[in-house]
């Protein structure tokens, strides 16, 4: 596509797409919805073409060259694996049949077991165990310098409270209310304190982030109109 | 519920738990040899202890790229019946789709198309989040003006004053990186580890079989 015509595009529907600010206006409303839906049939091709490219294909040339093997099992193996994983897909085209829907929930239970080991493995491993780890370990070298020590116990307090704040078993009083130690609520005001100022540092960082592509987008309009 | 019925959700309940508890063991003790000290034939029994994940792993991508094109047939199929039924933007998504597809069948490795149409709509639409988010922060506080909105306010304006590129204003640059190394990384901290111990408690209840949405 030349050069010129993909700017020509790119303009046209930047407009499409800002003509939301302008409201549900008749035909001009209709504008932004028909840019949704390109990008709509567009992403289902795109998905559809990566899936295609960057998964089934290389499995299906893998199978057919016996000098490499996904496992330590070997080229036949490879086979049998591909092969179940077609029954499997094709089970799961059974689901609108009721009587055998419990084949396509057995298919169904793999994927979200296999799923949950892989999350619970990896937020033991990835998240919890190394951020707790920083979060408890002291810095090497810690001597005569007060300001590290003092973020350090900061990080420590912040990160426990905040933990703390999350915890919603309380003990309920018999006219409903909830019973929450002195204590604890203070714990919870200062974790509180903490998850407020980290959430505000995350909004004001996705703000500056699409701030600086609106800005792009509309030097584009102006460099265009020029 | 009959009782053939009954019996297949039995099995999928055990296919559940023993894929899982297989899985589970085997991403934790495979591929690890320290865990069985310095025995001969230690590095072996880790490497075969690793192989069930190994294989589920294979076949579960492959089965999940096999549902995503179940599902965009899903989705081709949906539109059709809608433009069957006279919605016209139906037959949008449609063109789109066989337009797309079409491109990259005649044109293998060109990204035209996709300089053209996806990454401007992309960029547009992240653009129009900046005035979303302002319109929702605005909305948020005009209904909340305590304390703790006090604060939100006061850590945005901090932020996004300490990014404007002014040498006067580098004591607020100098806070703002201070604010981002100690209560910031807290709070996100904090935030990890409890969506962390979020994703353990639902990932164990799917393994343990309490949880069972693949009943569907």
């Not at chain 2, 040899?33 to 034939?41: E, V």
Request: proline share 3%.
């Amino acid at each position: 596509m030349a050069e010129s015509t993909i700017t020509i595009v790119s303009f046209v529907l930047t407009l499409m797409v800002f003509s939301y600010l302008l409201g549900d206006l008749p035909l001009i409303g209709n504008l932004y919805r028909a840019a949704v839906y390109i990008f709509v049939g567009m992403t289902a091709a795109f998905t559809l073409i990566v899936s295609y490219e960057g998964l089934i294909l290389p499995y299906l040339q893998d199978i057919q060259d016996q000098s490499t093997s996904w496992t330590a099992l070997g080229w036949r193996a490879d086979i049998t694996i591909f092969g179940a994983a077609l029954l499997f897909g094709l089970l799961l085209l059974l689901k609108p049949v009721k009587s055998l829907t419990w084949l396509t929930n057995s298919v169904f239970a793999v994927v979200i077991v296999v799923g949950a080991s892989v999350g619970v493995v990896g937020a033991l491993n990835g998240t919890l165990f190394p951020l707790l780890y920083a979060t408890v370990a002291l810095p090497e070298d810690l001597t005569g310098n007060f300001n590290a020590l003092l973020d350090t116990l900061l990080i420590f307090v912040g990160t426990m409270t905040g933990l703390y704040y999350f915890q919603y078993q309380v003990r309920a009083r018999s006219d409903g209310s909830e019973e929450q130690s002195r204590l604890g609520r203070g714990f919870r005001h200062i974790g509180k304190a903490f998850l407020v100022t980290a959430l505000g540092a995350i909004y004001a960082s996705t703000l500056l982030t699409s701030l600086t592509i609106l800005t792009e987008r509309i030097g584009f309009l102006f460099q265009f109109g020029a | 519920m009959g009782r053939g019925q009954r019996y297949g959700i039995a099995l999928s309940a055990f296919v559940a738990f023993a894929v899982g508890a297989v899985m589970t063991l085997s991403l934790l003790l495979g591929d690890n040899p320290a865990l069985f000290g310095d025995q001969p034939g230690s590095a072996q029994l880790a490497g075969l202890l690793a192989l069930p994940a190994d294989v589920l792993l294979r076949l579960v991508t492959i089965v999940v790229a096999l549902s995503i094109l179940i599902g965009i047939a899903n989705l081709l199929y949906v539109h059709v019946g809608r433009l069957a039924r006279g919605k016209a933007y139906s037959a949008i998504v449609l063109a789109s789709f066989g337009f797309t597809v079409y491109w990259y069948v005649m044109r293998p490795g060109d990204t035209s198309l996709l300089e053209a149409v996806q990454v401007p709509i992309e960029s547009a639409l992240a653009a129009l989040l900046c005035l979303s988010l302002l319109h929702g922060g605005s909305r948020v506080l005009g209904k909340r003006a305590d304390i703790w909105g006090l604060l939100f306010v006061a850590v945005v304006v901090l932020v996004l004053l300490a990014s404007l590129p002014l040498a006067e204003l580098a004591p607020i640059q100098a806070w703002r990186d201070w604010l981002m190394r100690v209560p910031v990384s807290a709070g996100a901290r904090a935030l990890l580890l409890g969506i962390a111990l979020g994703t353990v408690v639902t990932g164990v209840r799917a393994l343990l079989g309490q949880d069972r949405s693949f009943r569907g």
